[in-house]
Each structure stands twice: as structure tokens, then as C-alpha cells.
């Protein structure tokens, strides 16, 4: 058996990104644009809240102390 070659031929390298859409627009384009949405996304929803409510903070980042929000709430004698 001879020794394994590199292969040499038209199929052999990945095509770019541009020529993959030129090849398919259609499908190729609206996975492209799916992925960029997708990679923009930010949770909006998430951002709302301050860090201390979103659960972001740990380590030491988070509060030993008890909330000022807390401390409002429950009676302390």
C-alpha cells in the first residue's frame, strides 16, 4: 500500500464564508443572519434589575451584610 499524501484536488479545502453564500444565498444568508442575532442578543429582561437582584454578584463581589431594602422590611428589636 503506498504511504498516505495530502490530497490535492478541487474538493479538498473548506470554502470561505463568501463563496458558501454565493453558492446557496438563500439558505446560507438567513443562517448567517441567524447567528448574528442570535450572537447580539443580550437579555434585556435581565438588565432591568439591579446586580444584587439578578444574582450576578458572588464571591467577593456579594454583600455579607444584609440589604438595605432588607433591613427596611423585617423589625428588628
Known amino acids: 500500500m503506498p504511504p498516505q499524501r495530502p490530497a490535492i484536488g478541487k474538493d479538498t479545502a ?11 444565498k438563500g439558505t446560507a444568508l438567513r443562517s448567517l443572519l441567524a447567528a448574528l442575532l442570535n450572537a447580539l442578543h443580550t437579555y434585556q429582561h435581565d438588565w432591568s434589575l439591579p446586580t444584587h437582584r439578578r444574582g450576578t454578584l458572588g464571591g467577593m463581589d456579594a454583600a455579607t451584610e444584609l440589604a438595605w ?4 422590611r423585617v423589625l428588628r428589636w
Open 14 to 24: 473548506p470554502d470561505s464564508w463568501l463563496i458558501a453564500l454565493s453558492k446557496n
Open 69 to 72: 431594602t432588607y433591613l427596611q
